[in-house]
């Protein structure tokens, strides 16, 4: 099973207990993570979760994370 499976799964669940883990997978330094924990936090749907995904949003460099960051924040 791929990260990206087990974040998605992760993201489906909508346990609110899972955003911790998500918010501090926003920090890795591979940006593919990055962009995973972000799309897995816009699947959980946790409005709690916002505040991480501005601040991956504005210091993120990568296109690949603010595409999925944004999408997290539709």
């Known amino acids: 099973i791929s990260r990206a499976a087990l974040l998605s799964a992760a993201g489906a669940t909508r346990d609110p207990a899972l955003r911790g883990g998500l918010e501090a997978l926003l ?8 962009a995973q924990a972000a799309t897995a936090l816009g699947l959980l749907g946790e409005r709690a979760a916002v505040p991480a995904l501005r601040r991956a ?3 993120s460099s990568q296109p690949t994370v603010k595409v999925a960051v944004a999408g997290a924040l539709d």
Do not use: V, Y
């Not at 920090?27 to 990055?34: F, H, L, W």
């Open 27 to 34: 920090a890795s330094p591979d940006p593919e993570t990055q």
């Open 57 to 59: 949003l504005t210091q």
